[in-house]
């Protein structure tokens, strides 16, 4: 249990909502009641009963915090949970609570509630997932042709454009964000399966309830259920995972573009306690922070779904924590970077410039490509090292420099060489390659793009 | 670089090949070979330096060690590499050494020779997934009918049957190999970018070179080049840590069904340096090693997958170890686990056995269930606890005792309680589970089973 | 921000109100006071400051809830922190406000407070275990000579002693906790160091109010500010991480022993919803699901103590719910472990018995350590294969069969022969160790044990 | 099973010698032998038989691949190589065969060789090291007055020295080895159990044996056999990790200083293979990569250090790919960073003309420190805003800006004034701190520093 100032940059105010002990316990709850619905429907429970539990389900009479506590003794919540809907139950209808988790186990409610969760938190990245995108395209598309240095290693490379860096960003979000709803739709199923799995407490009607208490619920049936088989939670934790990741490498460029050293973006950010000049990729630092805490939570996920038998002991005892720090934090970094692209500050000058002092000498890939096929790799090689080294020393642009050797006169043609350190002529298939990028990611799947 | 002795669990012998020094050599040169016939083909160079390059690559002269050591230097094999090349070519063609490698990016060599080891290891895979699944799919089928404990948090619970239980194996080893098939199939892309990702060097002939190399090298051509965005291959890796995961929980319950004391099944599995006696389940032990250590490789795949700008710097650099170490790690795994379901014992009347030395006490649930519609819940419940705790004193069956109690023998018919204690009668949809378990995971998708 | 409903096994009441807002509060407003006080006997703020700030400290006026929202926007608390309390000093004095946290920078009070929130933490922890190691001391010396099996890769080998397992597990433990100390008294040391860690902003008088500062506190004053150097504190979480490893390992096989198959120790445990006859072994649950987490919750810290320069982007972000959640979840493992064996019981009897179940093949080793210096190995293995062959055959003892073999009988002296099977002849120098692991935990150092 | 390509940069000519088959051999070997010539003087075995087996295990007779084939099959490798060795003796002297691995146990053998493997590697490191905190110490002191912006969440700030920066880096580095020093001084003791961990098949010689064979081995005796009590070397994996977060620390910080824009520092790095302007950070590239990977060679440890009972199934065997990953790993970075280091330059004048660059702004908070005592901090923060908001409009620095305004001018001495923006009057107590971060570092433990 960890607190509001502990958690402040790990989760947002709808996420802290979807995983709060109200919403937990709603979805419990309407386990519970939809579980009755299907039996009555099925001839396993009275009508009777049913309605008194679907009433007593729909009130917020239960003490969570109670059920927490207790949930030590027994290693589940579940157990807690149970005794205290039966007795409110009770209290209404004295023969009705013997019908509350009828067939039921424990895992059956906590698994379906863990999955109603998901499912709900789900759509809350998705709408900053969708928003987030939208500005990442459009402002690829604004900077289709704003020039800006390539940069391997933190060293400068051949130029790019920040239109086909941000094209980049946005099919790998692209891509994460569609196997993430992939492995939510595979996930998000229900289970139910009763002590071992087998339903065999509610004798030859088990799935005739199951059908009826999916529908109950809106999620699908799947083949069997899963208590010990976590592989589908598993692949939702991983992409979440992926995503993050994703997010933190668009991150992790910005507030490197935002150094005042570099000063090409920056994006809205915050002050600090005590130096008033500053302006701190804050959204970046909230994105970074999911993104160091995410591997780890899906490798928590990963070795816990290694489960005995036909309920485990510890690895499944592991997962809520694990499941609501990863989501919460994916969307803690989605909703911060959101907001910093939205507010994204651009200087395109920045980038020219930054492309400019480096004298030209981003373009020597350039004149080797130029020199080697006719004079060899190693005179190419040997030419541009007493070009670059001469820059060095006069402090003069390649360009000049090249100008002045005649080897390398001889070997360019003049219309190229005295443009040998223009951006826009160096740019390859730059806009084509941001053109696919933006086209495929938006019309196709993942496994497509 | 670690020994035969300490790799000798985590890898098998064709995984070990795909990613040996002659594997990834060959790949690399495979790429420079197939780029120089895309590039001749383009028009960017002269055939016949595409046929100089392809007559040195189809040699077996580099020295990887060599190549190995001089990486520290360089920060990646694929300068030395491509050095070597280069003088192997020239010194049989001396005007054809400066179209090697010519337009590429290191990155472009190293990370199209990892898609191609990736595709390699994966049909290394697939092979010993085939042979465990079909397997699995024969011992669910045998034992439809043998009835055994489910164990809940390692206690005995209602009895399931081992057929579904081994069918439950089957499905989650099907979903998580076919997302890993997906995954695979979604990575194994070329990557061809030059030095920022833009193809600048090779003017406007990049996607025409492209599309050429992709198909030389049978592998499909990706929207853009993404030297920093790893979210595919960190998607194989973690599909790959699913299914160890998987693998994992298969090893665990065989190791704990195989203790001596509970002997209900036996991999062939391995002795003891000292204890004769001993029949270890070491089948089990190289899966379980795998599992302890895939959660923590996907893990670090995706903090290294936070790369900056056009080019990483480190995060790239740690993915080999990660990805070689995943996947052979993944293979064994396979591999151990279907010999050891190839060779496994199981033994039907332990199984019995061990339901019925529990003295009907397992069947407690099924007594609450019938008592508690009609006497409540707690009055069922006080009746069960007086009826265990009989069976505890006397060591008497719970049929017995509980056929010698009034109020239930009036609560349960004759015919029902005198079986109360038969598994067979208990199993509720235990069949029927296991047959959609089957049918699902065979003919569909991981998305919809 | 997770309810109590997710995070129930993961802490415990104490732990959970150590990382509270309040708590958290708290911390930051002890120094906030204590940094007045100390700049006020300085000479650098007017003691009235002091005397204001140090008043506005002590009430409860401030909201964690507002104070943990606005951190989105500057990616700390501490700004919204010190700017809520300016205006509380303020408001009570209008010419203090300006003298809160001066020349303090966010991370300062931050830091300073989670080092606080350690120490507290660590208490809690310490009770716990010195309660359960006391226990595992009188557990050991209770059963030195309760014999049971070994048990290697999960399948029986030579006997032990119950004494000398507990004695591993206490020593074990007690290494553990010593390391943890350790890190805990390198770790819980002063933070301040101002906004680049210089103290610039108390010009020369910068360590003057530090040493104050650090006495107020009760916290060692460090060499100098360790605002991007966050290896003792990764040492905690890593401690923590070792500490619950060993718990997990207790809990492992508390658990493994009592399955109903082996049924030699049993701890309280737990119920089952719907199973009455169940007891379920949750407080190792509770353990291991620790014991799952920590490995992730020391990687995540690790990952994220690479902070860049003077203040890292995300990785400092990302500290605080990796330390809570580890130290909580230790202490959970801690309690519920202590409360296991607190309750332990223990049944010699199913130990001697699943001795003498495996027919005294167990003792396999003893006769070819007795036949093979005399026959050969080679002579020896067949021998004893031949015996364990006729064992399983006609289900007779090892040492009746080994008596009815000449070429065994000749080899062996007969007052040997006789006992093979006597597990309290073949226990070796058990209690030697099991009272050295006593012995040297009790008195000495991790480093010397 | 990794090719010297994949692990190009994880290790180091030196380390990959520790960790190759012949090491691991060689230290298996000695166990062996060492052991027989213990046991002889314990008059266990014939002195003949220490003899030969003493003459075998001084040959490189045996076959590491094949030893290491037939591993998979038991589950380890000491079995093979037992049988190997035994017969390589019996070869010699077919009477002498009998007493190899006498009362030992497969991982008695294997983790005492895993301990003298350590511990070799631990001297490889501690060169580099060595050489490493020498070098950083002189260059902190030869920068003690250079100074250069101070950087939090990569944002100017306000300036410190260099020399502090490295002292910082110092003496996280000597903390982070003196720990693991520490770790390793606990962990590498003798492994000697035989099969259960009690020395039965000793008789009551075991403990005399024990005792001879550390000595021969120089290796302290352990309290007990430690086969499943695996924190020690927990802890050595654990502390390699912190050391090498803290040298990633560093690399993070050498490559952004080494940035182009930012241009204050370089290392000698390495080249493009194909811009041949370039100088990459591949130093630090190669520490990064390290910093990547070892977090989660920490966590699957941990993960795989919780054994069953007396020898685990699965995680014992994950651990020598994970120990000898994590060692190579950090003596990789080690050896990496202490070459970059060495070869390190340093730029003051670009570290100064950074910090003029900012047009003084970087000391605002000095000004906020000066004014806020006589005019709150509402007024103060007012005028600063202002006085930024004028730098930024006009391109004048803050402190023209400041004295052209009176009611700041009235507020601040002029002679502090003029001065506001000279870096060597805002330094605080930076080359306080730094020298106690040498001197403390230098000749104090981990714990007192």
Same mark, same amino acid.
């Given at each position: 249990?960890?607190?509001?100032?502990?958690?402040?940059?790990?989760?947002?105010?709808?996420?802290?909502?979807?995983?709060?002990?109200?919403?937990?316990?709603?979805?419990?709850?309407?386990?519970?009641?939809?579980?009755?619905?299907?039996?009555?429907?099925?001839?396993?429970?009275?009508?009777?009963?049913?309605?008194?539990?679907?009433?007593?389900?729909?009130?917020?009479?239960?003490?969570?915090?109670?059920?927490?506590?207790?949930?030590?003794?027994?290693?589940?919540?579940?157990?807690?949970?149970?005794?205290?809907?039966?007795?409110?139950?009770?209290?209404?209808?004295?023969? /009705?609570?013997?019908?509350? !988790?009828?067939?039921?186990?424990?895992?059956?409610?906590?698994?379906?509630?863990?999955?109603? $969760?998901? %499912?709900?938190?789900?759509?809350?990245?998705?709408?900053?997932?969708?928003?987030?995108?939208?500005?990442?395209?459009?402002?690829?598309?604004?900077?289709?042709?704003?020039?800006?240095?390539?940069?391997? #290693?933190?060293?400068?490379?051949?130029?790019? $454009?920040?239109?086909?860096?941000?094209?980049?960003?946005?099919?790998? #979000? $692209?891509?994460? +964000?569609?196997?993430?709803? %992939?492995?939510?739709?595979?996930?998000?199923?229900?289970?139910?399966?009763?002590?071992?799995?087998?339903?065999?407490?509610?004798?030859?009607?088990?799935?005739?309830? /199951?059908?009826?208490?999916?529908?109950?619920?809106?999620?699908?049936?799947?083949?069997?259920? +899963?208590?010990?088989?976590? *592989?589908?939670?598993?692949?939702?934790?991983?992409?979440?995972?992926?995503?993050?990741?994703?997010?933190?490498?668009?991150?992790?460029?910005?507030?490197?573009?935002?150094?005042?050293?570099?000063?090409?973006?920056?994006?809205?950010?915050?002050?600090?306690?005590?130096?008033?000049?500053?302006?701190?990729?804050?959204?970046?630092?909230?994105?970074?922070?999911?993104?160091?805490?995410?591997?780890?939570?899906?490798?928590?996920?990963?070795?816990?779904?290694?489960?005995?038998?036909?309920?485990?002991?510890?690895? +499944? !005892?592991?997962? +809520?924590?694990?499941?609501?720090?990863?989501?919460?934090?994916?969307?803690?970094?989605?909703?911060?970077?959101?907001?910093?692209? *939205?507010?994204?500050?651009?200087?395109?000058?920045?980038?020219?410039?930054?492309?400019?002092?480096?004298?030209?000498?981003?373009?020597?890939?350039?004149?080797?490509?130029?020199?080697?096929?006719?004079?060899?790799?190693?005179?190419?090689?040997?030419?541009?090292? *007493?070009?670059?080294? %001469?820059?060095?020393?006069?402090?003069?642009?390649?360009?000049?420099?090249?100008?002045?050797?005649?080897?390398?006169?001889?070997?360019?043609?003049?219309?190229?060489?005295?443009?040998?350190?223009?951006?826009?002529?160096?740019?390859?298939?730059?806009?084509?390659?941001?053109?696919?990028?933006?086209?495929?990611?938006?019309?196709?799947?993942?496994?497509?793009?």
């Amino acid at each position: 249990m960890s607190s509001h100032l502990i958690e402040s940059l790990g989760t947002t105010v709808p996420l802290a909502e979807a995983f709060s002990d109200r919403s937990i316990l709603r979805a419990m709850l309407d386990f519970e009641a939809a579980l009755a619905r299907a039996e009555a429907a099925a001839g396993v429970i009275p009508a009777a009963a049913a309605q008194a539990i679907t009433a007593a389900a729909a009130t917020d009479a239960l003490d969570a915090a109670a059920i927490a506590r207790a949930a030590r003794d027994s290693g589940t919540i579940s157990i807690p949970f149970v005794k205290a809907l039966t007795a409110l139950v009770d209290s209404a209808d004295a023969s /009705s609570g013997r019908f509350v !988790h009828f067939g039921a186990t424990s895992q059956d409610v906590a698994d379906t509630a863990m999955v109603l $969760t998901i %499912r709900r938190a789900r759509s809350g990245l998705a709408v900053d997932h969708k928003r987030l995108t939208h500005r990442l395209r459009e402002l690829s598309d604004r900077h289709a042709r704003t020039v800006m240095l390539g940069r391997t #290693l933190l060293q400068p490379a051949s130029p790019i $454009t920040f239109g086909l860096k941000v094209a980049g960003w946005y099919a790998a #979000l $692209t891509r994460s +964000w569609a196997r993430f709803e %992939r492995s939510c739709d595979e996930a998000c199923v229900l289970q139910f399966g009763g002590a071992s799995g087998t339903l065999a407490a509610l004798d030859g009607r088990g799935l005739n309830v /199951s059908e009826r208490l999916a529908l109950e619920l809106d999620l699908p049936l799947p083949a069997a259920p +899963w208590h010990t088989e976590r *592989d589908r939670i598993a692949a939702v934790v991983a992409d979440a995972g992926i995503c993050t990741s994703t997010l933190g490498k668009i991150a992790r460029d910005i507030s490197l573009l935002m150094q005042d050293e570099v000063g090409e973006v920056s994006e809205p950010g915050g002050g600090s306690s005590t130096m008033p000049q500053k302006r701190n990729p804050s959204g970046c630092a909230v994105a970074l922070a999911a993104a160091v805490r995410l591997p780890s939570l899906v490798s928590s996920f990963l070795t816990g779904s290694i489960q005995e038998h036909e309920r485990g002991v510890g690895g +499944w !005892h592991a997962e +809520w924590p694990t499941v609501a720090a990863a989501l919460q934090a994916t969307g803690s970094a989605l909703a911060s970077l959101a907001a910093a692209i *939205d507010g994204l500050t651009v200087n395109p000058e920045r980038m020219r410039a930054n492309i400019e002092r480096t004298n030209g000498t981003v373009f020597a890939e350039r004149v080797v490509m130029l020199l080697a096929p006719g004079l060899g790799k190693e005179t190419a090689n040997s030419l541009i090292s *007493d070009a670059l080294a %001469r820059c060095r020393e006069s402090g003069k642009p390649l360009r000049d420099v090249l100008l002045a050797m005649p080897d390398v006169a001889r070997a360019i043609p003049p219309q190229i060489l005295e443009r040998i350190d223009v951006a826009e002529d160096y740019l390859g298939s730059a806009d084509a390659l941001r053109v696919r990028l933006l086209e495929r990611s938006a019309s196709v799947r993942a496994s497509e793009c």
